[in-house]
């Protein structure tokens, strides 16, 4: 593998985009990026320069050093990101019971350049977290039991710590976080696609629990899981 092949998969170019950003044709960069032909120095540095800008473009950082850095407050960062003007990653660690929220340097500039102090003629953004449902508890039991899967189990598909936090959400004495919850619609989701015939679904298989076919409907699975259950039905 060229070097330049390696700086191009690093940043994640395509060949037409990494040729476009050197200001080169097409096919004289895929000469280079095959090794065909030796990449001239000046270009080479050039993919160097372009691979360091992207990385420190997308380092992912804490809310309060980026509004140090690009000179804002952190409550106004804050208020981007609820509002969806600020494209942020959250993590499932919390912080005061809220979760951790991060952003890029390449999220903040165009923050700054779409949003930034302009008050008309924006089109309205989405919040970027899902809203916890009332009936989460419900929902989740029968997510678990259509999946035939433990609490433990559970647990590590959504990524929580152990069966002890699904226990606490199942049993109302905790509420997931918007994090934890937007992973419990993508795997309901994919139970979804999987009900409806898709084999690459992907579905997680806990090969300690015997798996039966579901044919109910919503209803009858909230009547079954809010039938009383002894202790050894819910593990």
Wanted: with cysteine; net charge positive; charged share 25%.
């Amino acid at each position: 593998m060229t070097e330049l092949r390696r700086i191009r998969q690093e940043a994640g170019f395509s060949q037409a985009h990494a040729a476009t950003l050197l200001a080169v044709p097409l096919n004289t960069f895929r000469m280079w990026d095959s090794g065909l032909r030796p990449t001239p120095p000046p270009h080479l540095e050039g993919a160097r320069t372009l691979l360091a800008e992207r990385a420190y473009g997308s380092e992912l950082l804490g809310l309060q050093t980026l509004a140090r850095e690009i000179g804002v407050h952190v409550r106004t960062l804050q208020a981007a990101v609820r509002t969806g003007r600020l494209e942020a990653q959250f993590s499932t660690q919390s912080v005061f019971g809220r979760p951790r929220r991060c952003a890029t340097r390449a999220a903040a500039v165009n923050f700054l350049n779409e949003h930034y102090r302009r008050f008309q003629g924006q089109a309205a953004c989405p919040a970027p977290l899902l809203q916890v449902p009332p009936d989460y508890d419900i929902r989740l039991k029968a997510l678990r039991l259509r999946l035939s899967l433990s609490q433990a189990r559970l647990a590590a598909c959504l990524g929580a710590a152990n069966k002890a936090v699904v226990y606490q959400w199942e049993s109302r004495k905790r509420t997931p976080s918007p994090v934890f919850w937007k992973a419990v619609e993508q795997l309901e989701e994919t139970a979804a696609r999987s009900r409806h015939g898709d084999r690459n679904c992907g579905l997680p298989v806990d090969s300690s629990r015997p798996r039966y076919p579901c044919t109910c409907s919503s209803a009858a699975f909230a009547n079954e899981v809010a039938r009383p259950r002894s202790r050894a039905d819910s593990h």
